[in-house]
T-cell receptor, first 111, second 112 residues
Framework: GQQLNQSPQSMFIQEGEDVSMNCTSSSIFNTWLWYKQEPGEGPVLLIALYKAGELTSNGRLTAQFGITRKDSFLNISASIPSDVGIYFC???????????FGQGTRLTINP | DAGITQSPRHKVTETGTPVTLRCHQTENHRYMYWYRQDPGHGLRLIHYSYGVKDTDKGEVSDGYSVSRSKTEDFLLTLESATSSQTSVYFCANSGDRDGKLFFGSGTQLSVL
């Protein structure tokens, strides 16, 4: 089946640093989504991207839908302690298809 | 907030026993999903529903069954629990099949 490769698997950064993570696939997706999961909770949708090349921001978060439609990137600027969590990318091929999740990037921030 | 309540939040059971996890939504969303989350695997779809009594398998459906007799409730049953089914289980719903899911807080299941 379809698989998403998300990297890095984990990140340890200092507060205030910028963060970059990405997701790649061997398959084309029509929609890319980024979710964040905090400890003890379910994932929450951060950003959804619908068009190749699209760049979308949500506060300090910026995500891009790759031109090839096989990848996506998430950047977090000026990280703060509440950014800690696991970030998941997800790809969607269309209404009849199921959502595919990456393995997650665990973000840890040292104050 | 998509109004999803999962119960129980934690459960410990023994191998071979049946287990049912419940997901309740306060919205009238058509689509509901059950995922399991394991280290190194992310979220994997077990079963999903696209309406009352309409369900289909996901990528890891073996050993699991589901039922949806009402719009608001989606049940996941492990007929005979095994240690490999120790996991965190998440229910989610969506109003459309656009990938925008709203998740519950999860059920931590341990099978001893």
């Amino acid at each position: 089946g379809q698989q998403l490769n998300q990297s890095p698997q984990s990140m340890f950064i200092q507060e205030g640093e910028d963060v970059s993570m990405n997701c790649t696939s061997s398959s084309i997706f029509n929609t890319w989504l980024w979710y964040k999961q905090e400890p003890g909770e379910g994932p929450v949708l951060l950003i959804a991207l619908y068009k190749a090349g699209e760049l979308t921001s949500n506060g300090r978060l910026t995500a891009q839908f790759g031109i090839t439609r096989k990848d996506s990137f998430l950047n977090i600027s000026a990280s703060i302690p509440s950014d800690v969590g696991i970030y998941f990318c997800a790809g969607h091929s269309g209404p009849a298809q199921k959502l595919v999740f990456g393995q997650g990037t665990r973000l840890t921030i040292n104050p | 907030d998509a109004g999803i309540t999962q119960s129980p939040r934690h459960k410990v059971t023994e191998t071979g026993t049946p287990v049912t996890l419940r997901c309740h939504q306060t919205e009238n969303h058509r689509y509901m999903y059950w995922y399991r989350q394991d280290p190194g695997h992310g979220l994997r779809l077990i079963h999903y529903s696209y309406g009352v009594k309409d369900t289909d398998k996901g990528e890891v459906s073996d050993g699991y069954s589901v039922s949806r007799s009402k719009t608001e409730d989606f049940l996941l049953t492990l007929e005979s629990a095994t240690s490999s089914q120790t996991s965190v289980y998440f229910c989610a719903n969506s109003g459309d099949r656009d990938g925008k899911l709203f998740f519950g807080s999860g059920t931590q299941l341990s099978v001893l």
